[in-house]
């Protein structure tokens, strides 16, 4: 079992940036996957970007080259950067965890964090 908690959401406006924490309660080294996804009111969670095979990122087009994913596996935590936040940038943050264990393939999510993003 996994847990995740996320912090660092609020409210800021155009242009700001936030930092995201969210830190897992079992060494991420050894996790598949870890990152973030969002989910903004009357849409379907999406992907914002993620460690995938270890160093590797995946990020969302509508995000890239503003937001940056990092980790720190001696603190078991995983960052996402945010700059110059738009207000289509609003949602609930979640935190994202799959690991695999013997074939069997395992999702985690955290609590969520709000970001809202206006003038």
């Known amino acids: 079992q996994v847990q995740l908690v996320e912090s660092g959401g609020g409210l800021v406006q155009p242009g700001e940036s936030l930092r995201l924490s969210c830190t897992a309660s079992?060494?991420?080294?050894?996790?598949?996957?870890v990152g973030w996804y969002r989910q903004a009111p009357g849409k379907q969670r999406e992907l914002v970007a993620t460690f995938i095979s270890g160093t590797t990122t995946n990020y969302a087009d509508s995000v890239k080259g503003r937001f940056t994913i990092s980790r720190d596996n001696a603190k078991n935590t995983v960052y996402l950067q945010m700059n110059s936040l738009k207000p289509e940038d609003t949602a609930i943050y979640y935190c994202?965890?799959?690991?695999?264990?013997?074939?069997?393939?395992?999702?985690?999510w955290g609590q969520g964090t709000q970001v809202t993003v206006s003038s």
């Open positions: 994202h965890a799959q690991n695999t264990i013997r074939l069997v393939t395992y999702d985690y």
């Open positions: 079992v060494s991420i080294f050894s996790i598949t996957a």
